[in-house]
Structures are given as structure tokens and as C-alpha cells.
């Protein structure tokens, strides 16, 4: 069955330090990943995404992200984070062969300490 | 665009009441989702709907119904609530395998 783990609950940050949160999956094909991010009492925003093609893909607000089909993982990565990228950030896998639902991760929080 | 739109914003109920949460998309997505979420759980898939006139069960569908009312709107019904659906649900709605875009939440407490 498909899934998709992020290891570490929650995460404290220095502003200006870099950033790397992990998210491995399982599935059988090629899978289409996503990372969100969502503010507190906010809905979820999408940062990238990935389908194919270049393994490294880029988000808004300059995040980033790894695709390494030989590690099964799909890390999300900021050079330099701000205060106000303190948030709840998910990893996401499609669900089914249509294509047309995601099983999301448990979810990492990011604290971002000046 | 008022993109995703969900009411109420908040709702207490006791356990055996029913109610119906709405979710509206203006986007002309074909498929529409329904999530809870718990803390330390992330979101998990109540119901999904495809596209119109079809809907399929997630992870967690047990005590909810839905229904694709049209290709716009997308509600999720609790017959008998229950302690248990306490929770924040999120519809959300997308193009076939593109982003989701979400809703703002619907906060239930269930006494």
C-alpha cells in the first residue's frame, strides 16, 4: 500500500540557517509527490511538486526539492529560512492509478528561532 | 476567484446530531476531496469524487456520507455525529493529478 513518512515531528531552525525535512514514500510506479505547507488555522498552501522529468524541482517562497528514486525519498530544502516559515509542512503521494488523490504524511513543524 | 469555500467556519454539536458541511469550488476542477484533520495525524481522505456523478471512500469514511451535488459543490454529511469527529475537515478540489487547492476548514467539536 502506498505511504508516506516524515520522520521528524518537529523541527527548530535558527533564522538564516538552512533547512532539509525528509519525506520518503512507497509506490509502485513513478509517483507524483507534492509538498504543502499550512500557517496555523490556515488551509494548505502547495510549495512544488513533482512528475517527472528533472529530479530537482523548484517551489515558491524558494523552496526546493530532491527527487532520488533510488532512496525512495523526495526532501524539501530551503538555503536560508525566514520567521515567517515557521509552519506545518506535508509531504504527499497520489493515492491511486487515476491520479486523483493524495495520501498525505503526518507532517513536520518547523520553529524558527531568531 | 473565491476559489475554495466552505461553511460554516466553526460548529458544535452533540453526539447523534446530524449536519452537512458545503464545500463550493469555482475553479471548474472536475474531482473534489474531503479531509479531516487530527493532531499528530496529518490529513487523512474521508471521501474523494473523481468527477461528477461519481464518489469513492478514502482512508476514514466510516460515519460520513457525500454528495456531488454538481460540479461545483461537494458535501459531506455526519448522520449521528459522534465524540470521535471532533476535528478540523478540509475540502479541497483539483484538476486530475495537479495540485489541490484547499479550503479554509471547517472546526467541529462534537460534545
Known amino acids: 500500500a502506498q505511504s508516506v513518512t516524515q520522520p521528524d515531528i518537529h523541527i527548530t531552525v535558527s533564522e538564516g540557517a538552512s533547512l532539509e525535512l525528509r519525506c520518503n514514500y512507497s509506490?509502485?510506479?513513478?509517483?507524483?509527490l507534492f509538498w504543502y505547507v499550512q500557517s496555523p488555522g490556515q488551509g494548505l498552501q502547495l510549495l512544488l511538486k513533482?512528475?517527472?522529468?528533472?529530479?530537482l524541482v523548484q517551489g515558491i517562497k524558494g523552496f526546493e526539492a530532491e527527487f532520488k528514486r533510488s532512496q525512495s525519498s523526495f526532501n524539501l530544502r530551503k538555503p536560508s529560512v525566514h520567521w515567517s516559515d515557521a509552519a506545518e509542512y506535508f509531504c504527499a503521494v497520489v493515492l491511486n492509478q487515476a491520479g486523483t488523490a493524495l495520501i498525505f504524511g503526518k507532517g513536520t513543524t518547523l520553529s524558527v528561532s531568531s | 476567484n473565491a476559489g475554495v469555500t466552505q461553511t460554516p467556519k466553526f460548529q458544535v454539536l452533540k453526539t447523534g446530531q446530524s449536519m452537512t458541511l458545503q464545500c463550493a469550488q469555482d475553479?471548474?476542477?472536475?474531482?473534489m476531496y474531503w479531509y479531516r484533520q487530527d493532531p499528530g495525524m496529518g490529513l487523512r481522505l474521508i471521501y474523494y469524487s473523481a468527477s461528477e456523478g461519481t464518489t469513492d471512500k478514502g482512508e476514514v469514511p466510516n460515519g460520513y456520507n457525500v454528495s456531488r451535488l454538481n460540479k461545483r459543490e461537494f458535501s459531506l454529511r455526519l448522520e449521528s455525529a459522534a465524540p470521535s469527529q471532533t476535528s478540523v475537515y478540509f475540502c479541497a478540489s483539483s484538476h486530475r493529478y495537479n495540485e489541490q487547492f484547499f479550503g479554509p476548514g471547517t472546526r467541529l467539536t462534537v460534545l
Open positions: 513533482y512528475f517527472s522529468g528533472d529530479t
Open positions: 509506490y509502485g510506479a513513478t509517483p507524483y
Open positions: 475553479m471548474n476542477h472536475n474531482s
